[in-house]
């Protein structure tokens, strides 16, 4: 026999030996997969029960201030003297800056000597009417009498006089009409004058700048000697003087889920970890706007927090558990033992005989690991958790019961 055909049946010896090697492993895994009659598996079980459980939502939200504002210069101006900066705590009315406005002073100087005009034309327009009056009373007078007396005695007037101190009675009264006309437009002038008077002296009352509301300077924009523009202006973007944040009282923002929007309710009580102090909060929800973030497709939910000892600063961020639902007491499973496909759920059941029973349930609702039972399962049911494809339908097991504490998860 040649070299050649002495190495050809080696090589094919080799390989035969390795397969059968391989099959007798394969056999080995498939009989340790599925013993015989003979061998009962063991299942992890847990029992069904009743007891308080709680769905919660955990969700990452920032605190804010309760108020926040820049604050503008109604005028605009040179900044004579601020009084504040940053980390001043300010209380509402307080003076924070005064500004100078040469100009608003030389027009409210003009408009004070307005008032002052008006009043001295009313003074003479009313001696213009008292004049008229008196010069009316007499030609009227004189009227009267010569009229009197040609009426008494025929002929000893003249028609032309009586005419004559008719016109001059009409004449006079004519004057007291327009000296009544314009003693009424002086009154109107001084009405006028005294709307521009008022207007330069609020105008004025706005160079002096004061807080809004109780809080702390967070930013400060302008100095001494810094020429800020109208906050009212649309011509320029005016600069604010400073920025006062109220943080005596925060809000802490949550941005809810779409799905979860239409479960939050006033009052739902929630926790709150503040990871930076190492501190959990409980507080309650303050109130939610009611409708959706079209970009995010989240609802802002806001919850209040009394902070006057200054634990807490704006921009922190907490971890917040929300109790969006809660069963004092209802039937409930771990949710290790739940398969859920295609909108139904399914657990393996081990009857009192020690076998392995599908049954189809229904679920409410879901907590943190565990999930409440609506039908399908009653008080006391063993039901296998792990891993579910070891068993099979109608199979013999030997239950081994778990703790429900000692799963993952613990039992909310």
Same mark, same amino acid.
């Given at each position: 026999?040649?070299?050649?055909? %002495?190495?050809?049946?080696?090589?094919?010896?080799?390989?035969?030996?390795? !397969?059968?090697?391989?099959?007798?492993?394969?056999?080995?895994?498939?009989?340790?997969?599925?013993?015989?009659?003979?061998?009962?598996?063991?299942?992890?079980?847990?029992?069904?029960?009743?007891?308080?459980?709680?769905?919660?939502?955990?969700?990452?939200?920032?605190?804010?201030?309760?108020?926040?504002?820049?604050?503008?210069?109604?005028?605009?101006?040179?900044?004579? @003297?601020?009084?504040?900066?940053?980390?001043?705590?300010?209380?509402?009315?307080?003076?924070?800056?005064?500004?100078?406005?040469?100009?608003?002073?030389?027009?409210?100087?003009?408009?004070?000597?307005?008032?002052?005009?008006?009043?001295?034309? %009313?003074?003479?327009?009313?001696?213009?009417?008292?004049?008229?009056?008196?010069?009316?009373?007499?030609?009227?007078?004189?009227?009267?009498?010569? @009229?009197?007396?040609?009426?008494?005695?025929?002929?000893?007037?003249?028609?032309?006089?009586?005419?004559?101190?008719?016109? @001059?009675?009409?004449?006079?009264?004519?004057?007291?009409?327009?000296?009544?006309?314009?003693?009424?437009?002086?009154?109107?002038?001084?009405?006028?004058?005294?709307?521009?008077?008022?207007?330069?002296?609020?105008?004025?009352?706005?160079?002096?700048?004061?807080?809004?509301?109780?809080?702390?300077? /967070?930013?400060?924009?302008?100095?001494? !000697?810094?020429?800020?523009?109208?906050?009212?202006?649309?011509?320029?973007?005016?600069?604010?003087?400073?920025?006062?944040?109220?943080?005596?009282?925060?809000?802490?923002?949550?941005?809810?889920?779409?799905?979860?929007?239409?479960?939050?309710?006033?009052?739902?009580?929630?926790?709150?970890?503040?990871?930076?102090?190492?501190?959990?909060?409980?507080?309650?929800?303050?109130?939610?706007?009611?409708?959706?973030?079209?970009?995010?497709? /989240?609802?802002?939910?806001?919850?209040?927090?009394?902070?006057?000892?200054?634990?807490?600063?704006? !921009?922190?961020?907490?971890?917040?558990?929300?109790?969006?639902?809660?069963?004092?007491?209802?039937?409930?499973?771990?949710?290790?033992?739940?398969?859920?496909?295609? !909108?139904?759920?399914?657990?393996?059941?081990?009857?009192?005989?020690?076998?392995?029973?599908?049954?189809? %349930?229904?679920?409410?609702?879901?907590?943190?690991?565990?999930?409440?039972?609506?039908?399908?399962?009653?008080?006391?049911?063993?039901?296998?958790?792990?891993?579910?494809?070891?068993?099979?339908?109608?199979?013999?097991?030997?239950?081994?019961?778990?703790?429900?504490?000692?799963?993952?998860?613990?039992?909310?």
């Amino acid at each position: 026999m040649s070299k050649k055909r %002495i190495g050809v049946v080696v090589l094919a010896l080799a390989l035969l030996a390795a !397969g059968w090697r391989w099959f007798g492993r394969a056999t080995e895994v498939d009989d340790a997969a599925h013993p015989t009659a003979g061998d009962t598996v063991i299942a992890a079980v847990v029992k069904v029960e009743r007891g308080p459980m709680d769905s919660t939502l955990t969700i990452a939200g920032e605190f804010k201030p309760f108020q926040e504002v820049e604050v503008h210069a109604k005028v605009a101006g040179y900044i004579r @003297k601020i009084y504040v900066d940053v980390g001043d705590h300010v209380k509402q009315g307080q003076t924070l800056a005064i500004l100078e406005v040469p100009e608003l002073a030389a027009q409210l100087g003009g408009a004070d000597a307005a008032v002052r005009r008006a009043k001295e034309e %009313i003074r003479q327009e009313q001696g213009d009417v008292q004049r008229a009056q008196s010069a009316h009373a007499a030609a009227h007078s004189m009227y009267a009498r010569m @009229k009197q007396a040609s009426e008494q005695q025929k002929g000893l007037l003249a028609q032309q006089e009586l005419d004559d101190a008719e016109a @001059k009675d009409l004449e006079t009264e004519a004057q007291v009409a327009s000296a009544q006309a314009a003693l009424s437009a002086a009154e109107q002038q001084v009405e006028v004058s005294a709307a521009n008077q008022k207007q330069y002296s609020a105008m004025s009352g706005y160079t002096r700048i004061v807080a809004p509301f109780t809080g702390v300077v /967070t930013l400060r924009y302008a100095d001494t !000697g810094s020429l800020v523009a109208a906050g009212t202006s649309s011509s320029t973007q005016a600069i604010p003087v400073v920025r006062i944040a109220e943080v005596s009282k925060l809000r802490l923002v949550l941005p809810i889920p779409e799905s979860l929007a239409a479960q939050i309710h006033l009052g739902d009580p929630v926790n709150v970890r503040v990871q930076a102090l190492e501190q959990e909060i409980a507080g309650k929800v303050s109130r939610f706007a009611d409708s959706l973030d079209l970009e995010t497709r /989240t609802m802002q939910t806001e919850i209040d927090f009394d902070n006057r000892q200054g634990r807490l600063m704006p !921009g922190m961020y907490a971890e917040t558990r929300l109790v969006l639902a809660r069963r004092p007491n209802t039937l409930s499973l771990p949710l290790e033992a739940v398969t859920q496909s295609a !909108g139904t759920a399914t657990v393996l059941v081990v009857t009192p005989e020690s076998t392995v029973v599908e049954r189809q %349930i229904t679920l409410g609702l879901e907590g943190k690991s565990r999930v409440e039972v609506l039908s399908g399962l009653i008080e006391g049911d063993r039901v296998v958790v792990g891993n579910r494809g070891r068993f099979r339908d109608g199979e013999k097991v030997e239950p081994k019961e778990v703790a429900p504490h000692a799963l993952a998860g613990g039992a909310s």
